[in-house]
């Protein structure tokens, strides 16, 4: 008897530890680990990115909403790297990283948030939000790729600023949203100078861009209006909605009307729904699968005879923007966001 009920235990006890490595193996899946280190950027080659997250010894100041893909997090004081997964904090001095066919969404204690296209990294520099002083302040430095800033205005908040770093241009401040691309030079000579942005309606000027000979910025105006200077050239000049305007080493561009079809391809490309969006979404589909089918009659009836190829409905090329537009600016996101990014306050 004793026997039968040692054997049981034990195939109780392997069971056991059996989900739970199929469990673990589910989770660092789901962080990446199917990413092969050839797919890694060239500044991530030689680090040992780690399929789980690590926490450094400082507070939170932001939470990763949405991934698709792989990610990966960069802690800047300690040099260690981890595939992050939704749900994770951010904070001070992290990069972020999304891979080829990659996407990520980030919200932060401040209500503002960033959509990172694929192939893109942003560093994290500074992020403060003094409820005593009602006040806050972000800075971001952004090597590559292309990303959609969202700055929300709050009623707590008497002095607002923010800035994006690139090496040759670009950002903005105080309720924009506006979208920032940093991509390969066109060949033009470099110049090593700096390069400032400010918010038309707040007063200051903030340090965005060392100019370098290999990548060039192009900012795009969706929300809001955002002064650009150049200290190569001296020249001040203004993004507004619908606007875009190109900074090379050579100086300040010309403010231009944006295409139509760069704008909805960068909305495109920038595009990564909220938990509230993506469960409401899954929800749609569902009630649209469990529908159930309505027998044709008369006409339909014999068309359905006649045609086995299915028409495909037409998509309406505005509807991402809309859902960009609807989360650009909202303070109030899904219940669930909130109690995280409460916690991570706490």
């Given at each position: 008897?004793?026997r ?18 199929a ?7 789901a962080r ?12 991530l080659?030689?680090?040992?990115v ?6 450094p ?5 932001g939470l ?5 893909g792989?990610?990966?997090?960069l802690?800047g ?10 749900g994770?904090a951010?904070?001070?001095?992290d ?11 980030v ?26 002083l ?10 590559r ?8 205005p709050l ?10 770093k690139t090496k040759?241009?670009?950002a ?7 979208g920032v691309e940093?991509r390969?030079a066109?060949?033009?000579l470099?110049?090593?100078e700096p ?9 200051g000027l903030y340090?965005?861009?060392?100019a370098?000979?290999?990548t ?5 105006g969706?929300?809001g ?5 150049s200290?190569?050239?001296?020249i001040?000049?203004t993004?507004?909605?619908g606007q ?9 561009g ?11 391809q960068?909305i ?5 729904p ?17 529908k159930p ?15 086995d ?9 505005g509807?991402t923007?809309?859902t960009q537009?609807q989360?650009?600016i ?11 990014l409460?916690?991570?306050v706490?």
């Amino acid at each position: 008897m004793k026997r039968y009920i040692f054997v049981a235990l034990a195939a109780i006890t392997l069971l056991f530890f059996g989900f739970q490595t199929a469990f673990c193996q589910a989770n660092t899946d789901a962080r990446g680990n199917a990413a092969p280190s050839e797919a890694l950027p060239e500044d991530l080659k030689g680090l040992d990115v780690k399929d789980y997250f690590i926490a450094p010894e400082a507070e939170p100041i932001g939470l990763i909403q949405t991934v698709t893909g792989h990610v990966v997090v960069l802690h800047g004081e300690t040099n260690e790297a981890y595939f992050v997964a939704q749900g994770d904090a951010v904070f001070q001095q992290d990069a972020l990283f999304t891979l080829e066919e990659s996407r990520c969404r980030v919200r932060f204690i401040s209500e503002d948030v960033i959509t990172m296209g694929e192939d893109a990294r942003i560093d994290i520099e500074e992020l403060v939000d003094d409820h005593e002083l009602q006040r806050k302040k972000s800075t971001f430095n952004m090597l590559r790729g292309k990303a959609m800033f969202y700055v929300v205005p709050l009623f707590r908040h008497k002095n607002i600023s923010a800035s994006v770093k690139t090496k040759t241009a670009v950002a903005g401040v105080r309720g924009t949203k506006f979208g920032v691309e940093v991509r390969k030079a066109s060949g033009r000579l470099a110049q090593n100078e700096p390069l400032y942005i400010a918010d038309a309606s707040d007063s200051g000027l903030y340090l965005v861009a060392q100019a370098n000979n290999d990548t060039e910025t192009v900012v795009h105006g969706f929300e809001g209006m955002v002064d650009v200077l150049s200290t190569i050239d001296g020249i001040i000049q203004t993004i507004a909605k619908g606007q875009s305007l190109l900074m090379t080493m050579i100086g300040s561009g010309i403010v231009e009307p944006t295409d139509p079809a760069i704008a909805q391809q960068f909305i495109n490309d920038t595009n990564v729904p909220s938990p509230g969006e993506l469960g409401a979404a899954a929800v749609e589909r569902k009630a649209v699968e469990e529908k159930p089918a309505v027998a044709p009659t008369g006409k339909e009836a014999a068309a359905a005879d006649t045609h086995d190829i299915t028409t495909p409905s037409t998509t309406d090329t505005g509807s991402t923007e809309v859902t960009q537009d609807q989360t650009a600016i909202s303070v109030e996101e899904t219940a669930n966001n909130l109690d995280q990014l409460d916690q991570l306050v706490d």
